[in-house]
């Protein structure tokens, strides 16, 4: 993994995001990806997919999909340093990896984790 840094984070961000959203870094496990690093932007209507490239340096793609749209949600946080969040949207099935701590980003993972299981998932 490279290292991330939240500045940066924020600063691929800033054109997509709005100010009641909660942001975070994951792993896309899902067919329909464009790279294999991806920032999540949610809040209470749409979720941001920014597909980043290799070095984690630039957006390569950006998908929104209302809230409403999600359907099958499935929200596993095991035992370990992870969780797992997949959903289905218009027949296409989406999943993600998402660490619960990366050092580098302070507690921006669990902010965007908790926000999810609590207002979104459940």
């Known amino acids: 993994m490279f290292f991330i840094r939240k500045k940066a984070m924020q600063r ?30 949610v809040n209470q209507d ?8 290799l070095f984690s340096t630039r ?6 999909l209302a809230i409403a749209d999600l359907q099958e949600q499935k929200f596993r946080s095991g035992v370990g340093l992870e969780a797992v969040w997949s959903f289905q949207v ?10 619960w701590t990366i050092l580098t980003l302070g507690s921006m993972q669990r902010d965007f984790l908790e926000f999810l299981q609590f207002r979104i998932v459940n």
């Open 12 to 41: 691929l961000a800033e054109p997509y995001r709005e100010p009641d959203m909660f942001m975070c870094y994951a792993t896309p496990q899902h067919l329909h990806t464009y790279s294999t690093r991806a920032l999540l932007l």
């Open 46 to 53: 749409k979720l941001v997919v920014l597909f980043l490239n």
């Open 59 to 64: 957006v390569v793609h950006c998908s929104e």
């Open 90 to 99: 218009n027949g296409a099935s989406w999943r993600f990896q998402i660490m």
